[in-house]
């Protein structure tokens, strides 16, 4: 059983920054690449960052140079620091990792993190 645990979010005005971490447990064996969804009120769910074992990252347009991703593969853990934080990243911030686990490797989602930003 492989969980991921987010933590991190909460209520910010707009300019502000907030760091959100997702912890990765259970019979893990390695992670390959690791990513932050969104999902806003009556919107799908999108991509917003990814980060290869390695470190290679790719973000949405929407949030480049001003989020960053990371990762502490010792801890399985990654984060997402977002500065300069605007009203329409209000979203459900949910983080999916690519987990080598048994019986077999699966794609796992955490719970979902809440982060409003006010005007």
């Known amino acids: 059983q492989v969980q991921l645990v987010e933590s991190g979010g909460g209520l910010v005005q707009a300019g502000g920054s907030l760091r959100l971490s997702c912890a990765a447990s259970?019979?893990?064996?390695?992670?390959?690449?690791m990513a932050w969804y969104r999902q806003a009120p009556g919107k799908q769910r999108e991509l917003v960052a990814t980060?290869?074992?390695?470190?290679?990252?790719n973000y949405a347009d929407s949030v480049k140079g001003r989020f960053t991703i990371s990762r502490d593969n010792a801890k399985n853990t990654v984060y997402l620091q977002m500065n300069s934080l605007k009203p329409e990243d209000t979203a459900v911030y949910y983080c999916n990792a690519d987990v080598i686990t048994v019986p077999n490797s699966r794609e796992a989602w955490g719970q979902g993190t809440p982060v409003t930003v006010s005007a």
């Open positions: 980060i290869t074992r390695g470190g290679s990252t």
């Open positions: 259970g019979i893990i064996f390695s992670i390959n690449a």
